[in-house]
């Protein structure tokens, strides 16, 4: 069994802030695969399913952005889980808009929730990194990050979700490659090429220089 935690806060202020991807993403996993059914436990909110061949736990924790780490904790004790088996969601400023990267273990780089979470199962678990860009200035982070999406951010939001959507069952099988190439495909598809070749035309001979007198060929047309 995995838990997928989605970081964000709770409530519909905060529902299209930026710092609120992680539970976009969730939401957007549990329509798509079937899950159950939101349920409040640990802390949080629920929802039981399977993503490839594995049984899954997707988590929205409720305690608010800075003591996310509470009901993550909380959660892995309950299933006797390893902090290796937990994934968490979460908004990235260090990448552009609509980025995802997988990273395992390491610093929180001042990220609240992680902060949180690393207190209480460590860092030894997996992040899925989204990015959402940076306003420039570290005094403009915070209102940046308790900002709604802009409208112009909405089509390459929603590759992103529907990307980590496709990718999910890959991701829980362990599988990151096959993660990133289905966030790709929906992300940076490939583009075709609308430049037709020319079609070749072959060159057509010349006529053959008529050597004949005109005797010749006035006597050659009673032969």
């Not at 519909?12 to 993403?25: E, P, V, W």
């Not at 436990?41 to 800075?66: S, Y």
């Not at 088996?85 to 995802?100: I, M, Q, S």
């Not at 890959?170 to 190439?181: E, H, I, K, R, Y």
Request: glycine residues 12%; charged residues 25%; hydrophobic residues 35%.
């Amino acid at each position: 069994m995995q838990i997928f935690v989605g970081l964000g806060n709770p409530g519909s202020k905060y529902a299209g802030n930026r710092h609120n991807i992680g539970f976009m993403a969730l939401d957007r996993i549990a329509e798509d695969h079937g899950f159950g059914p939101w349920k409040a436990r640990f802390q949080g909110q629920c929802a039981e399913g399977r993503l490839g061949g594995d049984k899954v736990l997707l988590l929205k924790p409720e305690t608010f952005m800075n003591l996310s780490g509470q009901s993550v904790g909380e959660a892995m004790r309950f299933y006797k889980l390893e902090p290796g088996d937990v994934t968490v969601f979460h908004d990235e400023l260090d990448l552009a808009p609509g980025k995802c990267r997988v990273k395992m273990g390491g610093g929180h780089a001042g990220h609240n929730g992680l902060r949180s979470i690393h207190a209480h199962i460590g860092e030894a678990y997996r992040r899925i990194r989204l990015g959402i860009g940076h306003p420039g200035r570290k005094e403009l982070v915070a209102a940046y990050v308790l900002h709604d999406f802009h409208k112009a951010d909405q089509e390459w939001l929603d590759d992103l979700l529907r990307g980590l959507s496709d990718g999910a069952p890959a991701l829980a099988d362990g599988d990151q490659s096959g993660f990133q190439n289905a966030v790709a495909l929906r992300t940076a598809p490939p583009r075709s090429s609308k430049t037709q070749k020319p079609e070749t035309v072959a060159p057509q001979a010349e006529p053959e220089l008529d050597e004949r007198s005109p005797m010749q060929r006035l006597a050659d047309k009673f032969r």
